[in-house]
Nanobody
Framework: QAQLVESGGGLVQAGGSLRLSCAASRSISITYVMGWYRQAPGKQRELVVTITSGGSTNYADFVKGRFTISRGNAKNTVYLQMNSLKPEDTAVYYC?????????WGQGTQVTVSS
């Protein structure tokens, strides 16, 4: 069964760092574009960053210079290093894997940044 499993969320003070991980099951092709989205209370889900199997990235303007996405050597794991966190980064962060036909979402992990 295809699935994405996230980990690494938590509570951190403003200015702190967190690292999120997302492991994709083997049934999800390594050619998929993987990425992170987030959804804050009362807001729509929004793109944070994506990365292709070749390593090309697309960052939302509000995280440029603070967040870094990377893929593991096996290509089926993706990481999100979040630095200089702000209270407005508080949200549920979702891992996403997107192919030409299919798309998968993780269950989400809560990130809370206190001021």
């Amino acid at each position: 069964q295809a699935q994405l499993v996230e980990s690494g969320g938590g509570l951190v003070q403003a200015g702190g760092s967190l690292r999120l991980s997302c492991a994709a099951s083997r049934s999800i092709s390594i050619t998929y574009v993987m990425g992170w989205y987030r959804q804050a209370p009362g807001k729509q889900r929004e793109l944070v960053v994506t990365i292709t199997s070749g390593g090309s990235t697309n960052y939302a303007d509000f995280v440029k210079g603070r967040f870094t996405i990377s893929r593991g050597n096996a290509k089926n794991t993706v990481y999100l290093q979040m630095n200089s966190l702000k209270p407005e980064d508080t949200a549920v962060y979702y891992c996403n894997a997107r192919g030409d036909i299919r798309e998968y979402w993780g269950q989400g992990t809560q990130v809370t940044v206190s001021s």
